[in-house]
């Protein structure tokens, strides 16, 4: 049965002028929650010499991330890549592991600690957009012979993970035979984020079934780590998670993250601001229940 949530809202408005004072109005945003139980998670992870403890961090966190998954017995596939996309090399964006991804129905925890550490060998010239674009194209998923076939499935949702130090450096070869650094120095060459979205978006019926989740380096305070704007702006496009790769503990930014996975969404964004906590009520069914739920899969939520 579909229950509908309302929530009403009393938004603010900012005046143009100094004249004006600020406009108080009545807005509504609309969404639905997720109407599948069926997510792709695809994890892209920096394998470069730099990583070791932030792979480590990712294994530790892992069970706050699967526990949402497995409360709401959502049905996921669990792949991992590697930032690594070099030309030359027949490995680049295959999944990895035996089997290549992990379902509901296997040893799914054990299974991805030896998937995500992938090793610390990898490419300083790391292409997370790059290598999930080749990772999820026709080419491997519709090819029998490719661990990659069948992972991504028509009605689920798909969820991308990256988890690196560095800035994305996809380029589709136009920084081809150019040193690492030219990843920053000119980041102007750089396959645009608009084009990778636009890409993701169509392996899906609908925009919103596809999210970003980033945990990278946010700014540069963090020495350990350069910001991954590129990244970050891609969460920005899907309200995805972002998270900080210089936190010492994860499990916070991995239950986010397992939220978004599990196709239960707990955070819906107004257009605009509400003045203050008192200016919205969520009710719950007809009998006017107060409460705060995080929805249930396929209800209507109305902010009005």
């Known amino acids: 049965m579909r229950s509908p949530i309302v929530v009403s809202v009393i938004v603010a408005l900012g005046a143009c002028g100094s004249d004006q004072g600020l406009g108080l109005q009545n807005g509504a945003d609309e969404w639905a929650q997720a109407p599948s139980d069926q997510v792709d998670i695809l994890f892209i992870v920096d394998d470069s010499f730099s990583m070791a403890e932030e792979q480590e961090a990712l294994s530790l966190g892992f069970p706050s991330f699967i526990d949402e998954m497995a409360g709401t017995n959502t049905d996921f596939h669990l792949g991992v890549i590697s930032t690594s996309f070099a030309y030359d090399d027949p490995n680049r964006g295959l999944l990895i592991g035996d089997p290549p991804y992990l379902t509901k129905n296997d040893d799914y925890i054990d299974g991805f600690i030896d998937r995500v550490k992938v090793g610390v060998d990898g490419s ?84 919103d079934h596809f999210r970003f989740a980033s945990i990278v380096g946010l700014d540069n305070s963090c020495p350990n780590a350069f910001p991954g704007g590129r990244y970050m702006q891609m969460s920005g496009h899907t309200q995805g998670v972002v998270g900080n790769i210089c936190s010492t503990d994860w499990s916070s930014i991995m239950y986010d993250v397992g939220l978004d996975a599990s196709t239960q ?19 719950v069914d007809a009998d006017g229940t107060l409460s705060e739920p995080m929805p249930e899969t396929d209800d209507d939520i109305e902010v009005a």
């Open 124 to 207: 300083d010239k790391e292409k997370g957009l790059e290598a999930a674009e080749f990772a999820l194209s026709s080419a491997l998923q519709q090819n029998l012979n490719s661990p990659n076939f069948g992972f991504m499935r028509n009605d689920a949702q798909l969820l991308m993970i990256v988890v690196s130090d560095e800035e994305d450096c996809s380029d589709h070869a136009a920084l081809e035979g150019q040193p690492p650094a030219s990843c920053y120095s000119q980041i102007g060459d750089l396959w645009p984020v608009d084009e990778f979205l636009r890409t993701f978006r169509s392996m899906k019926v609908h925009d």
């Open 265 to 283: 969404r707990a955070t819906f964004t107004l257009t605009n601001a509400a003045v203050d906590d008192d200016s919205f009520v969520i009710t």
